[in-house]
């Protein structure tokens, strides 16, 4: 069966830091682009940070420019890395799959975990 699984979402207060992981079962990730996705609650999911699958080249949403950063270990893991959180980071985050390359659009991806919930609250 083919699946994502996010995890290492928590509660944080503003200027914190943590770090998710989206691990691929099924299925390695090698050459796939990945992406990492957040939906607040009332709100549409939004792009956050991609990966592309072909050279590693990346994109991240202005919103969390210079503060989050996504990479991938290994065939069947990748991370995103949030610095200075803000409550305004606060959402569930998912992680997802494409064989488009350089695209961050969320339609473009798939095989989204259950997501993991991220709060950045004092």
């Known amino acids: 069966q083919v699946q994502l699984m996010e995890s290492g979402g928590g509660l944080v207060r503003p200027g914190g830091s943590l770090r998710l992981s989206c691990t691929a079962s099924g299925f390695t990730l090698e050459h796939w682009s990945i992406g990492w996705f957040r939906q607040a609650p009332g709100k549409e999911r939004e792009e956050v940070a991609c990966?592309?699958?072909?050279?590693?080249?990346t994109y991240y949403s202005d919103s969390v420019k210079g503060r989050f950063t996504i990479s991938r270990s290994g065939k069947n893991t990748a991370y995103l890395q949030m610095n200075s959180l803000k409550p305004e980071d606060t959402a569930v985050y998912y992680c997802g799959d494409a064989l488009v390359q350089a695209s961050c659009i969320p339609s473009h991806y798939g095989d989204w975990g259950q997501g993991t919930q991220v709060t950045v609250s004092s």
């Open positions: 990966i592309s699958g072909s050279d590693d080249s």
